[in-house]
């Protein structure tokens, strides 16, 4: 990464959490109807801000926070818009890189009465900026090698394999508190090198739990104790509608059962589960008292309820 203590500091107050990772266009066509392989049915087109790292920044804001985004945007009609858009949620967007060459990402999914049908994420600007979006954490904005980040930093696994292992060895990170999400089960391998990081939490489904362990898991309990056993100091994982578990190496499992409510929606979900808890643990709740309240904020939000 290419250091430049000359670069300009903003006139504005350091945000309180950085969402390093994917914001993009969530372009999402639900449907109140079950669906299969070629279905063709009526329901609802939309485009929303999205992306991990968004989905998580948006929810901090709701929840009075200020975070800041690392990302990569392109200097297009889309990227002005989402820019514009994330600003106006109160989104420090000061450190995001803009490319000249490189479009805005999307992510496209179809979502039925029976869950997730199918996605498509179109993430190939992020990858290609590489480290680009770290800048402002070794130019002085953010930190320096001497002055590392010492808050909060959610990482998206939308990065690269390549970065995500650059990430943890990197100096720049030694002393910050690393919240990290897969993105998606076909994106969890890439969280290994992060596995032993001293101040890494682990966010997972049953599944990537699964994918990262390489053995399968019949609960979020046994994921956790697995992804423990495996060298993490502390992981999240969730398991639908079953009973979540947080796993803290020698504090041992500990789990919970979500609300019962009617899903209307799907994506997004685990990143309000992780900004919720996150915000929870910042509050000084217990282990006990976060996982439960990230849980029925999850649950808010799957059932469409737009409050936390």
């Not at 609802?44 to 009075?64: E, H, Y």
Request: net charge negative; hydrophobic share 45%; with cysteine.
């Amino acid at each position: 990464m290419t250091h430049n203590p000359e670069a300009s500091v903003p006139e504005t107050p350091p945000p309180d959490i950085l969402c390093i990772g994917s914001v993009l266009w969530d372009i999402i066509g639900r449907t109140p109807f079950h669906m299969r392989a070629g279905a063709d049915v009526a329901g609802r087109i939309s485009r929303l801000p999205g992306g991990v790292a968004m989905n998580i920044a948006m929810t901090l804001t709701r929840f009075g926070l200020t975070p800041a985004v690392l990302t990569a945007i392109g200097r297009d009609a889309q990227g002005a818009e989402l820019m514009r858009a994330a600003e106006a949620m109160g989104i420090d967007c000061h450190y995001i890189y803009r490319s000249d060459d490189l479009p805005t990402d999307r992510y496209m999914a179809i979502e039925g009465a029976n869950g997730l049908i199918a996605a498509v994420a179109d993430a190939h600007s992020l990858e290609a900026a590489g480290d680009k979006i770290l800048r402002a954490l070794a130019d002085g904005r953010l930190g320096s090698p001497e002055a590392p980040w010492e808050g909060p930093i959610a990482l998206d696994g939308n990065l690269t394999q390549q970065l995500l292992a650059q990430i943890a060895r990197d100096p720049l990170f030694a002393r910050a508190d690393l919240r990290v999400a897969p993105a998606s089960p076909g994106k969890a391998e890439r969280l290994a090198p992060l596995l032993t990081h001293s101040g890494a939490t682990l966010y997972l489904n049953r599944e990537e739990a699964g994918i990262l362990c390489q053995r399968n898991f019949e609960s979020a309990e046994t994921a956790a104790a697995g992804v423990i056993a495996r060298g993490a100091r502390r992981v999240l994982v969730t398991d639908g509608g079953r009973a979540a578990a947080d796993g803290c190496g020698e504090k041992g499992v500990i789990s919970a059962a979500p609300p019962e409510v009617l899903v209307t929606r799907v994506t997004g979900a685990g990143d309000t589960f992780m900004a919720a808890h996150l915000v929870a643990e910042c509050e000084g709740a217990s282990r006990a008292e976060a996982l439960a309240r990230a849980l029925t904020a999850a649950a808010r939000y799957v059932s469409g309820d737009q409050s936390l």
